[in-house]
């Protein structure tokens, strides 16, 4: 069964050193544009190769968001954890709006410098 989980939650999980990935199930172009400080991407139609290469241990905490409450892509890769025989699936369903509209940081992917 899939727990949800609120921001403060989240916040606490990351901050106390536990053993938790969080993951953003939006393409690469938002996970790039900014994304929860040390999350992974893995979007919600990853292969399950990729999934299992992003998050090798299923019995980790993994925690899941997207955009925000109306955005799905967060439940569909939940369930496919799940599914997949992930033991400590975690949704944070308000998502990166939430994180964002808190004040709280955000980091994005920088951009390769152009090859000479």
Known sequence: MI???????????????????????????YFDDGHIPGAHNLPHDSSDV??????????????VYCSNLACQNSTILSRRLEQLGYTDVREYDAGKQDWIEAGLPIESTPVPAPAR
């Open 3 to 29: 727990t949800h989980i609120s921001r403060t939650s989240l916040r606490t999980l990351t901050r106390s050193g536990g053993d938790v990935a969080v993951v953003e199930a939006l393409g690469r172009s």
């Open 50 to 63: 990729t999934i299992a290469a992003v998050l090798p241990d299923r019995s980790r905490t993994v925690v």
